[in-house]
């Protein structure tokens, strides 16, 4: 498992996002060859959602080819509810990119039969040959999806109850009240997640750093059920440095240093995806340009290019000329 820490939410949400347009063009998706992504829901993805749809707009990345299930929806909303999952994901990507309406599966709280409603989405998600690229967010308890404390592992797309806990956080979302929160929900389970062939989790706030520690420096625990990440072949948390705050530093010193020397292993010649992060990180401020300095540099394994140090230092030429040697 990796994680990648970056200063802010703003900064997680533009790694993530030009991960995923990289995943998906590196893919090269087609009629027959979809890319199949887990998607999720709440205020963590909507940076990222907002960024790709931006890449969408500047003809970087299209969706054509792009299949998505959803982790999770609530019971008992109407679909048209402005806080229904159905409604977020169409206001924050879906209405906004060209994906297919038909490549679109979100789980429907309002079946006449949930239990059937779930066995069809696994089925569906299996029938495409599983999920390429899982993103999610977790709840302050850390669940993934829905997946409450204690839920199995090995659990797969059902019904659930939701905790006290989630109820609280989630009132935010209708206007305060707890009793407007709906009490059930469908979700995927821990196991439908862990199956992707790659899974990503955004974890941002200092309400989540318990959780983050949870989940990466202890055990693998159905209490924290995002920390069953530890078994997956290809797991990545990005979070911020509010969402450190409960780690050891030696755990964030390892990890930022497990970064660094990728970075310099990878090399000029081969920039790939790390070399498109890094050519479009955005340079917000002046600790944003000194760090992305700082990566080119472990990335050359070059201590004393002195252009580097040069403020006006143009990166994206500079690169591109490295791409072509
Ligand atoms: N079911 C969703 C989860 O999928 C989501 O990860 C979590 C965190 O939401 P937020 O990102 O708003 O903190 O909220 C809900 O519980």
Not at 178 to 189: E, F, Q, W
């Amino acid at each position: 498992m990796r994680l990648i820490v970056r200063q802010d939410y703003d900064e997680v949400s533009t790694y993530v996002a030009y991960y995923v347009k990289e995943r998906i063009k590196q893919f090269k998706p087609s009629p027959d060859r979809l890319f199949v992504m887990g998607l999720p829901t709440g205020s963590s993805p909507i940076g990222v959602y907002h960024k790709l749809v931006d890449f969408y707009k500047a003809g970087e990345v299209s969706f054509e080819h792009v299949v998505t299930f959803n982790m999770d929806e609530y019971v008992g909303l109407p679909r048209d509810h402005p806080q229904s999952y159905h409604t977020f994901m169409w206001n924050h990507l879906f209405k906004h990119v060209n994906i297919k309406q038909e490549n679109v599966h979100i789980l429907d709280g309002n079946s006449d039969d949930l239990d059937e409603e779930c066995r069809k989405f696994e089925v569906a998600i299996a029938k495409l040959g599983g999920i390429e690229l899982f993103l999610g967010g977790i709840g302050p308890d850390g669940h993934i999806a829905f997946n409450e404390p204690g839920s199995s592992l090995t659990s797969r797309t059902r019904v659930k109850t939701l905790a006290y806990e989630t109820i609280i956080a989630n009132a935010r979302f209708f206007g305060g009240d707890v009793s407007k929160v709906p009490k059930l929900a469908l979700t995927v389970g821990v196991a439908t997640v862990m199956d992707a062939r790659e899974v990503l989790v955004v974890i941002t706030g200092a309400h989540k750093s318990l959780a983050l520690a949870k989940c990466i420096e202890e055990g693998v625990n159905h209490m924290w059920t995002v920390s069953a990440i530890q078994m997956h072949p290809k797991g990545l948390i990005v979070c911020d440095e509010d969402a450190t705050l409960e780690l050891h530093v030696k755990t964030v010193k390892y990890f930022k240093s497990i970064e660094h020397v990728h970075h310099s292993i990878i090399g000029p010649h081969n920039l790939g995806l790390q070399g498109n992060l890094l050519r479009n990180m955005v340079d917000t401020n002046q600790t944003a340009k000194r760090r992305r300095r700082m990566m080119l540099q472990s990335l050359l394994n070059n201590d004393d290019d002195q252009d580097l140090e040069d403020p006006n230092f143009d990166f994206e030429k500079y690169i591109a000329q490295l791409e072509k040697q």
